[in-house]
């Protein structure tokens, strides 16, 4: 079936032409040239304003970046490094910025990381928002936001900005508390499409699906954001909305919005007027061929603010060989695999991902969300989930999890060595909705003291 080539294609030739596309087609030499131009803009804006940067790449100049190739020879920036201090990275005054946002570290300790954002950074992710949501919703078409929005310059505030610049109508909402008032809030807007974080979509879904409550208005579309998107849970909400489930991929380091798909839904479509991409090898540090399997590593191309050389992200992609079938020459990434931070190592020599526990529990009926956790006793080591159940599912849910997990290759070899055991419990969502957030990870507290 023909799709139609994305959106963000024109939004790209704008850029590079400065506002008028005058009747051109985008070309892969078109893009590469005005990445390169950005890079050596941003590498002496840079080394001029920021303190980090002018001392790191001390002597440095955007005369020096020949090719994009070029790019490989400067060091890489890490989380740890804007951890450190932060402000050592703007390259403007502190009264010019008009956002900070501070992200926790989301292990049992560490120091949290701050960005840094003018009113013009901003300006640059409405802008994407516009065209990226262009990707699955037309003017006209009312949106629910299931997102923070309360402040301004939050990321659900800008996307309201993006919807209203495409004729679309956003219903601002945030974060779900409860999914029956969401779901009433949805049959009262008479929403065509909606934006949220998976779990909280999945549990509107089996909300839905007790057979006491009245359905919800069918979707046209909608796109899962801020954390890793199961295939199992995309493919609970395709068969329950009825409607495609697009990805989007982001960071708050990236200025929030980083890639999202087209309507071939066959992988994500870059932001490559305001980020260049690279895949590397976490060992090594070198990019790797086209097609293969590394750490996901950017460079902003129009942040004024905080601009970031050659940040490693520590998520794992690829991207994706030959033409999108939209027809579009911008390249894409696949969906992110996982974290390279996100494989713990367990008693018997074993490894468990939230990606492997997302597979064995989300396909469970009555399952809305859970928790992770690493501890240990004695000499074994216990793997804990606590399950969010719906109402109407059944008591005997927590045994099904258990035997679902217990039945993962790695952890069977596990237990069977003796090196691990399994606690499964599990609670009501009126109980311990989770309403936050934040990227899930299995939490290691072997090392906290924590038992």
Same mark, same amino acid.
């Given at each position: 079936m023909k799709v139609d080539k994305t959106p963000l294609e024109g939004w790209l030739l704008k850029k590079i032409k400065?506002?008028?596309?005058?009747?051109? @087609?985008?070309?892969? %030499?078109?893009?590469?040239?005005?990445?390169?131009?950005?890079?050596?803009?941003?590498?002496?804006?840079?080394?001029?304003?920021?303190?980090?940067?002018?001392?790191?790449?001390?002597?440095?100049?955007?005369?020096?970046?020949?090719?994009?190739?070029?790019?490989?020879?400067?060091?890489?920036?890490t989380a740890e490094d804007i951890k450190e201090n932060p402000l050592k990275f703007l390259c403007v005054s502190q009264d010019e910025i008009s956002r900070v946002v501070t992200l926790q570290s989301s292990g049992t300790g560490g %120091?949290?990381?701050?960005?840094?954002?003018?009113? %013009?950074?901003?300006?640059?992710?409405?802008?994407?928002?516009?065209?990226?949501?262009? @990707?699955?919703?037309?003017?006209?078409?009312?949106?629910?936001?299931l997102l923070p929005g309360r402040l301004p310059g939050s990321v659900g505030d800008l996307l309201r900005s993006g919807l209203e610049r495409l004729g679309a109508v956003p219903v601002p909402h945030g974060p779900v508390t409860d999914p029956e008032a969401t779901l009433q809030v949805m049959r009262q807007e008479q929403v065509d499409s909606l934006v949220g974080i998976p779990t909280q979509v999945l549990a509107l879904a089996r909300c839905r699906e007790d057979p006491g409550k009245p359905a919800a208005p069918r979707l046209k579309s909608m796109l899962l954001t801020t954390d890793h998107v199961p295939g199992s849970i995309a493919k609970i909400l395709r068969r329950t909305w009825g409607c495609p489930v697009f990805n989007h991929y982001g960071m708050t380091e990236m200025g929030l919005g980083g890639a999202v798909e087209c309507r071939a839904l066959a992988g994500y479509h870059l932001r490559e007027a305001d980020l260049y991409f690279e895949i590397i090898d976490p060992a090594t540090g070198k990019t790797v061929p086209e097609g293969q399997y590394g750490e996901v590593v950017f460079t902003t191309l129009t942040r004024k603010g905080m601009p970031l050389l050659r940040y490693r992200t520590g998520d794992v992609s690829r991207f994706i060989p030959g033409p999108c079938p939209c027809g579009t020459v911008?390249?894409?990434? %696949?969906?992110?695999?996982?974290?390279?931070s996100?494989?713990?190592?367990?008693?018997?020599?074993?490894?468990?991902?939230?990606?492997?526990l997302d597979q064995a529990i989300f396909p469970l009926d009555g399952v809305l969300n859970f928790t992770a956790g690493v501890s240990r006793e004695k000499e074994t080591d216990c793997l804990r989930l606590e399950i969010t159940a719906a109402d109407w599912a059944g008591p005997e849910l927590a045994a099904r999890a258990r035997a679902a997990v217990e039945s993962l290759p790695d952890i069977k070899r596990a237990l069977e060595s003796g090196a691990l055991k399994v606690e499964i419990s599990s609670g009501r969502e009126g109980d311990k909705f989770n309403t936050g957030t934040a990227k899930r990870t299995i939490k290691d507290l072997r090392n906290a003291g924590v038992n």
């Amino acid at each position: 079936m023909k799709v139609d080539k994305t959106p963000l294609e024109g939004w790209l030739l704008k850029k590079i032409k400065g506002g008028t596309a005058g009747g051109e @087609c985008l070309t892969p %030499e078109m893009i590469r040239g005005y990445q390169l131009d950005k890079i050596r803009e941003t590498l002496d804006l840079a080394v001029r304003q920021s303190p980090f940067y002018g001392r790191r790449l001390k002597g440095w100049s955007g005369g020096d970046i020949a090719a994009l190739e070029d790019l490989t020879r400067l060091p890489f920036t890490t989380a740890e490094d804007i951890k450190e201090n932060p402000l050592k990275f703007l390259c403007v005054s502190q009264d010019e910025i008009s956002r900070v946002v501070t992200l926790q570290s989301s292990g049992t300790g560490g %120091e949290s990381k701050r960005l840094y954002f003018t009113r %013009e950074d901003q300006e640059h992710i409405i802008d994407f928002f516009h065209y990226g949501m262009a @990707c699955l919703v037309d003017p006209g078409d009312r949106v629910l936001i299931l997102l923070p929005g309360r402040l301004p310059g939050s990321v659900g505030d800008l996307l309201r900005s993006g919807l209203e610049r495409l004729g679309a109508v956003p219903v601002p909402h945030g974060p779900v508390t409860d999914p029956e008032a969401t779901l009433q809030v949805m049959r009262q807007e008479q929403v065509d499409s909606l934006v949220g974080i998976p779990t909280q979509v999945l549990a509107l879904a089996r909300c839905r699906e007790d057979p006491g409550k009245p359905a919800a208005p069918r979707l046209k579309s909608m796109l899962l954001t801020t954390d890793h998107v199961p295939g199992s849970i995309a493919k609970i909400l395709r068969r329950t909305w009825g409607c495609p489930v697009f990805n989007h991929y982001g960071m708050t380091e990236m200025g929030l919005g980083g890639a999202v798909e087209c309507r071939a839904l066959a992988g994500y479509h870059l932001r490559e007027a305001d980020l260049y991409f690279e895949i590397i090898d976490p060992a090594t540090g070198k990019t790797v061929p086209e097609g293969q399997y590394g750490e996901v590593v950017f460079t902003t191309l129009t942040r004024k603010g905080m601009p970031l050389l050659r940040y490693r992200t520590g998520d794992v992609s690829r991207f994706i060989p030959g033409p999108c079938p939209c027809g579009t020459v911008m390249r894409r990434l %696949e969906s992110v695999r996982g974290r390279l931070s996100g494989k713990v190592r367990l008693g018997g020599n074993v490894f468990i991902t939230m990606a492997d526990l997302d597979q064995a529990i989300f396909p469970l009926d009555g399952v809305l969300n859970f928790t992770a956790g690493v501890s240990r006793e004695k000499e074994t080591d216990c793997l804990r989930l606590e399950i969010t159940a719906a109402d109407w599912a059944g008591p005997e849910l927590a045994a099904r999890a258990r035997a679902a997990v217990e039945s993962l290759p790695d952890i069977k070899r596990a237990l069977e060595s003796g090196a691990l055991k399994v606690e499964i419990s599990s609670g009501r969502e009126g109980d311990k909705f989770n309403t936050g957030t934040a990227k899930r990870t299995i939490k290691d507290l072997r090392n906290a003291g924590v038992n």
